[in-house]
């Protein structure tokens, strides 16, 4: 048996697994069933603070998905962390081997997401499919073929009021340079058709509301990303009245590419001789323009969208030292002091137990939600200090615990054996 651990100091009890037996014969006290349906035998350990998805497969198949995981994860995509593989197993036999991976925190399962946790119908028909296709798009752009998009094999992430989808089986991909339009093309096909499954499993187990039709959803997939695909890489020609006009169209496509979390590298401004059209071509780099500008200043490190309504606080927050002061205040300054005297006491005030049942970049922003609501109702501001008692009786109190779902599946495929 050859086992090989990835940062083997950050996850030294994978060691301890009884790995020389089949997974399916794994008796140990923190184990689990996996939600959703599986090609492979798929299990859920926990070993301490630290939870572990641990999946059956043939050598060849887990050692490449391993390295293909790393590779993703290398280039910032999302996904989740690989943290070993176990091939040249023996037990009665030569039998398949394993791939580990850390357990997503706070990731939400589709299922977990569309049975009765009181999400309305256009958060499955938007929030849940945008993510799905926004993670689709950002693996086409790195020039990756996933080749098996589906509702199963990604995990879902509370992020401000949207969700953000994780890769989490890549058995099928395929690492590229760049894509070609079929490849892209191929990939959206199979994404559309697996979602219609995904959903018609969700309705034959009488979990998806009946006004929802798996094909009419499925098929907004292919407009979903056309959309947000030529978005982020499709030309824009105009005829310009003078450079003011080029720089404004330029500000204007740089700020649509900001509101989708995207950043441009370089920005092409092609002209041709005796034309005065101009076309705006722009190259896009990684997701993560808020998030990464919010690390930079605080070093916290969040969503996409959570980071941007913390950078909207600190812009609040700055204006109040400025007006309290009567003098300006450097952003980088006004950060620091918002994470020393703002956000870092109010999440120190939250009772542990509490704590745990969402991400606190999360949970800040549904307080400074229901700040809001609170203000309307009341006719008046209200800080968080005075919001957080009711939003902690109201609202956190009555979440679920989102660290670690190990609900029952809610519909099985039965196996089908072969006709001999």
């Known amino acids: ?124 028909g938007d929030r849940l499919l945008d993510a799905l296709v926004g993670l689709l798009v950002r693996l086409h752009l790195a020039g990756f073929f996933w080749g098996d ?15 953000s989808a994780y890769v989490i089986d890549v058995e099928t991909g395929e690492r590229h340079d760049r894509l070609t339009d079929g490849q892209r093309a191929l990939d959206l096909m199979i994404a559309t058709d697996n979602v219609a499954g995904g959903l018609l499993d969700l309705q034959g187990a009488g979990r998806l509301t009946a006004e929802i039709d798996p ?66 071509v722009p190259r896009v780099v990684e997701h993560g323009f ?24 600190i812009r609040e927050y700055t204006t109040e030292l400025q007006s309290a002061s009567g003098a300006a205040v450097p952003e980088n300054v006004a950060a620091v002091r918002w994470l020393d005297r703002r956000f870092e006491p109010i999440i120190a005030a939250i009772p542990g137990h509490l704590l745990v049942r969402l991400e606190a970049a999360e949970i800040f922003h549904q307080l400074l939600e229901h700040r809001w609501y609170l203000a309307e109702r009341q006719g008046h501001d209200v800080s968080l200090e005075e919001a957080l008692p009711s939003y902690l009786d109201e609202i956190l109190v009555t979440s679920p615990d989102e660290r670690l779902q190990l609900e029952d599946p809610t519909a099985e495929i039965p196996r089908v054996d072969p006709i001999p």
């Not at 998009?149 to 969700?163: I, K, Y």
């Not at 002209?271 to 076309?279: F, L």
Request: charged share 30%; aromatic share 6%; net charge negative.
């Open 1 to 124: 048996m050859r086992l090989h651990i990835a940062r083997p100091t950050q996850h030294p009890d994978v060691a301890e697994l009884p790995a020389e037996t089949r997974l399916a014969n794994w008796e140990l006290p923190g184990i689990h069933r996996v939600l959703g349906v599986h090609r492979h035998e798929v299990k859920l350990v926990e070993l301490g603070e630290v939870s572990y998805v641990v999946k059956e497969l043939p050598d060849e198949l887990a050692e490449r998905e391993y390295r293909l995981l790393r590779q993703l994860a290398d280039d910032g995509l999302p996904t989740v962390e690989v943290v070993a593989t176990v091939t040249e197993r023996v037990d009665d036999g030569p039998i398949d081997g394993l791939l580990i991976t850390r357990h997503l925190d706070y990731s939400l399962p589709y299922r977990s997401l569309l049975s009765g946790r009181g999400l309305t119908i256009p958060f499955l």
């Open 149 to 163: 998009c589906s509702l199963n094999n990604a995990l879902f992430r509370r992020d401000a009021g949207t969700l």
């Open 215 to 280: 094909f009419t959803v499925a098929q907004t997939i292919e407009s979903r990303y056309a959309n947000l695909w030529n978005e982020l890489t499709g030309s824009e020609e105009f005829d310009p009245s003078g450079p003011a006009d080029t720089h404004l169209r330029l500000r204007r496509r740089l700020d649509r590419l900001h509101g989708l979390g995207f950043d441009a590298e370089e920005i092409d401004v092609l002209t041709t001789d005796g034309d005065r059209s101009i076309r705006i």
């Open 290 to 313: 808020h998030a990464e500008r919010l690390k930079g200043l605080t070093g916290l490190a969040t969503g996409e969208n959570q980071a941007r309504r913390m950078l909207a606080d």
